[in-house]
């Protein structure tokens, strides 16, 4: 009997090593790959390498110290239910018929991913379709919603743009997808190419670029500008750029910030490149003991005023718990610093498209009703609308 139960359990161990090392098998690729040759050689000629690696224009610390990495991680795993949704997110689906030849549109499937619709061409940024934004699907942040529909879903793309090699942002998964699915080229900083070389995106559909450099693709102007942020899918950081871009067409601009502290280049970009119809600022995962390379909600607002945006749309909250911040607090301080400051802003559900010359009456749809969850507001600005109204800012 006792034999049994020991036959038992080495087949129950042995039947679970397997599993993980099957789970673990494709880690070493979904570090990517590093350059070498003429894409290296390239790197080591920018004004922003220096050393061995990138840096930023404004220097700033981004490793916390070790007292203050141990208050993060234990108000991650103190404030947890805070971090989540209390009520399941209201994922939607929108239509995918053929964009408007001279209008501006974008869905935002969450976090940092976004199809933009520019006078008749569409340009992905960001896609994350994964449900982990971790170099393993058993763990790392996990979803806190589906996303609004399947990567095979997707009509066809003129574009596809990379922020920086962070796995919120570049997944091996959804390359791979977009790869067979799709034929546009991707647009990525400098050194990222290699990491898509060795997911198997051919060199002709991989375009890298500068801070400051440009390219034509299907009639659109893609401008890589400057971020102050850092990169890195391993211990060592910054072996690739990271940025921002400017998306243009004859009449429509738009400003995607990637990852990104705020810093004075903002105004530079604007008085180069603006003013912006639309801008897709981040908004969360900020913490005082990162402060340089995330922005908050506020200094969002700051930065879209500085590049002379139109509307402001946010990204990077509501879909992976990345810092210790309660779940809907980004929106809700954006929501109050926006109307404090005259800034229009949308706000979609997941999934929804906003049209840029008909922009929704924003609904607080984020918010959970007192005594059903988790989270509450931490105020509202004494003229705030009341809960559950439709203020168009």
Same mark, same amino acid.
């Given at each position: 009997m006792a034999g049994?139960r020991?036959?038992g359990r080495?087949?129950?161990g042995?039947?679970a090593?397997?599993?993980?090392?099957?789970?673990?098998k494709?880690?070493?690729?979904e570090?990517g790959g590093?350059a070498k040759?003429?894409?290296?050689e390239?790197?080591?000629?920018?004004?922003?390498?220096?050393?061995?690696?990138?840096?930023n224009?404004m220097p700033?610390?981004?490793?916390p110290?070790?007292?203050s990495?141990?208050e993060?991680?234990w108000n991650m795993?103190?404030?947890r239910?805070?971090?989540r949704p209390?009520t =399941? %997110? $209201?994922v939607?689906t929108?239509? #995918?018929?053929?964009?408007?030849?001279?209008?501006l !549109?974008?869905i935002w &499937?969450?976090?940092?991913?976004?199809?933009l619709?520019?006078?008749?061409?569409?340009v992905?940024v960001d896609?994350?379709?994964?449900?982990?934004?971790?170099p393993s699907q058993?763990?790392?942040?996990r979803r806190l919603? =589906? %996303? $609004?529909?399947?990567?095979a879903? #997707?009509?066809p793309?003129?574009?596809?743009?990379? !922020?920086h090699?962070? &796995?919120?942002h570049l997944d091996r998964a959804t390359v791979?997808?977009?790869t067979a699915?799709q034929?546009?080229p991707?647009?990525?900083?400098?050194?990222?190419?290699?990491h898509l070389e060795?997911?198997?995106?051919p060199a002709?559909?991989?375009?890298?670029?500068?801070?400051?450099?440009?390219a034509?693709?299907?009639g659109?102007?893609?401008v890589?500008t400057?971020a102050r942020?850092?990169s890195g899918?391993?211990?060592?950081?910054?072996?690739?750029l990271w940025?921002s871009w400017v998306?243009?067409a004859?009449e429509?601009?738009?400003?995607y910030?990637?990852d990104?502290?705020?810093?004075?280049?903002?105004?530079g970009?604007?008085a180069?490149?603006?003013p912006?119809?639309l801008?897709?600022?981040p908004i969360?995962?900020y913490?005082?003991?990162?402060?340089?390379i995330?922005?908050?909600?506020e200094?969002?607002?700051n930065?879209?005023l500085d590049l002379g945006?139109?509307?402001?749309?946010?990204?990077?909250?509501a879909?992976?718990?990345?810092?210790?911040h309660p779940?809907?607090e980004?929106?809700?301080?954006?929501?109050r610093e926006a109307?404090?400051?005259g800034?229009?802003?949308?706000?979609p559900?997941p999934?929804?498209?906003?049209?840029t010359?008909d922009v929704?009456?924003?609904e607080?749809?984020?918010?959970?009703?007192?005594g059903t969850?988790t989270?509450?507001?931490p105020?509202?600005?004494?003229n705030?609308p009341?809960?559950g109204?439709?203020?168009?800012?």
């Amino acid at each position: 009997m006792a034999g049994s139960r020991s036959i038992g359990r080495l087949l129950a161990g042995g039947l679970a090593l397997a599993a993980a090392g099957w789970a673990l098998k494709d880690i070493p690729a979904e570090l990517g790959g590093k350059a070498k040759g003429e894409r290296l050689e390239r790197m080591r000629r920018s004004p922003q390498f220096h050393d061995g690696v990138f840096r930023n224009s404004m220097p700033g610390g981004f490793v916390p110290s070790a007292q203050s990495a141990r208050e993060v991680a234990w108000n991650m795993v103190r404030d947890r239910e805070e971090r989540r949704p209390a009520t =399941p %997110v $209201p994922v939607v689906t929108s239509p #995918l018929g053929g964009p408007s030849p001279a209008g501006l !549109s974008v869905i935002w &499937y969450g976090h940092a991913t976004a199809l933009l619709e520019i006078e008749g061409r569409r340009v992905l940024v960001d896609p994350v379709w994964s449900r982990r934004a971790s170099p393993s699907q058993l763990v790392g942040p996990r979803r806190l919603h =589906p %996303v $609004p529909g399947p990567l095979a879903g #997707l009509p066809p793309l003129d574009a596809i743009v990379i !922020s920086h090699d962070h &796995y919120d942002h570049l997944d091996r998964a959804t390359v791979r997808g977009l790869t067979a699915l799709q034929a546009a080229p991707f647009l990525v900083p400098l050194g990222i190419g290699a990491h898509l070389e060795r997911w198997g995106v051919p060199a002709s559909r991989i375009i890298e670029l500068d801070w400051d450099e440009e390219a034509d693709v299907a009639g659109l102007r893609f401008v890589a500008t400057a971020a102050r942020h850092f990169s890195g899918r391993t211990f060592s950081r910054n072996v690739t750029l990271w940025g921002s871009w400017v998306i243009a067409a004859g009449e429509k601009k738009v400003f995607y910030a990637g990852d990104s502290g705020y810093f004075d280049g903002y105004a530079g970009i604007g008085a180069a490149h603006g003013p912006f119809d639309l801008t897709l600022m981040p908004i969360g995962a900020y913490n005082a003991a990162w402060p340089d390379i995330h922005m908050d909600p506020e200094e969002a607002v700051n930065a879209h005023l500085d590049l002379g945006g139109g509307l402001l749309l946010p990204v990077h909250w509501a879909t992976f718990a990345l810092a210790a911040h309660p779940w809907a607090e980004p929106v809700d301080r954006l929501w109050r610093e926006a109307k404090a400051r005259g800034v229009r802003i949308s706000v979609p559900r997941p999934g929804e498209r906003v049209d840029t010359a008909d922009v929704p009456m924003l609904e607080s749809w984020w918010e959970v009703p007192y005594g059903t969850g988790t989270y509450r507001s931490p105020g509202r600005l004494p003229n705030s609308p009341p809960r559950g109204s439709n203020p168009r800012l």
